[in-house]
């Protein structure tokens, strides 16, 4: 999980970014007046994004931000096409012109209805949510929802056929709701309403990453000091 950096870190943190700084110099790659094109998944909105652009915009004040939120596909396509500089995203299917470097791991939880009686359960497993309503996240494009998806039929349980959504949002909503019980990357609790629990499931061990992806032929020079910024905003404590 991420947590503020400890004094320590911070220090290693400055030396890391002086031979960043001191690399750039001498490589003739230091960013100056371009546009730098960024997309973003909303997950790292609410978590690295702001950390990474704080610290690149107060090095760099010169370099132009043109930011947008949207999903891993389209940003894959729009760095394939050379609309967009770099992208903070899922980990892409296809790395052929991508280079991509992940940044933080989540774990995945249950998303209960406060109503439920297993929001009460601090120690749950996969088996606990047989015969209860459950619904999972249509995005089997990403083989960590696929994988968790599997594990939860291998257990028994059988998600409920009459929802389908592919957004977290809008999986959060049907939970608050009290439609049903679902499972999502722990990155959410810091935007579950007081309608939802977030239980840890002992034997569920999938993860899922947020990275940095770029075209590895793009010659903008703000993208290498972005991806290393975005990595050093990431580095554990």
Request: proline share 8%; net charge positive; glycine share 6%.
């Given at each position: 999980r991420f947590a503020p950096?400890?004094?320590?870190?911070?220090?290693?943190?400055?030396?890391?970014?002086?031979?960043?700084l001191s690399k750039l110099a001498a490589g003739d790659m230091y960013p100056g007046g371009e546009q730098l094109k960024i997309g973003a998944i909303d997950p790292a909105v609410h978590r690295?994004?702001?950390?990474?652009?704080?610290?690149?915009r107060k090095r760099f004040p010169k370099t132009r931000l043109d930011v947008r939120i949207f999903d891993s596909s389209e940003i894959?396509?729009?760095?394939?096409?050379?609309?967009?500089?770099?992208?903070?995203?899922?980990?892409?299917?296809?790395?052929?012109?991508?280079?991509?470097?992940?940044?933080?791991?989540?774990?995945?939880?249950?998303?209960?209805?406060k109503q439920s009686p297993l929001a009460s359960r601090s120690n749950l497993v996969?088996?606990?949510?047989?015969?209860h309503d459950v619904f999972t996240l249509d995005r089997f494009e990403l083989s960590s929802f696929k994988s968790?998806?599997?594990?939860?039929?291998e257990t028994g349980i059988v998600p409920d056929?009459?929802?389908?959504?592919?957004?977290?949002?809008a999986a959060l909503a049907l939970v608050a709701a009290g439609l049903g019980i679902t499972f999502l990357p722990e990155w959410i609790e810091g935007i579950v309403g007081n309608d939802v629990v977030l239980r840890p499931v002992e034997d569920l061990g999938q993860e899922i990453s947020i990275g940095i992806a770029w075209r590895a032929d793009n010659p903008m020079p703000g993208i290498l000091p972005f991806v290393e910024y975005a990595e050093l905003v990431a580095r554990p404590s």
């Open positions: 950096a400890k004094p320590t870190t911070c220090v290693l943190t400055k030396l890391d970014e002086a031979v960043l690295l994004l702001p950390l990474i652009l704080r610290r690149f894959l396509r729009a760095l394939e096409r050379g609309e967009y500089d770099v992208g903070i995203m899922r980990p892409p299917s296809n790395g052929n012109v991508i280079r991509y470097r992940p940044l933080v791991s989540d774990r995945f939880v249950a998303v209960i209805p996969l088996s606990d949510f047989i015969g968790l998806h599997d594990q939860i039929i056929p009459g929802i389908r959504v592919s957004n977290t949002t």
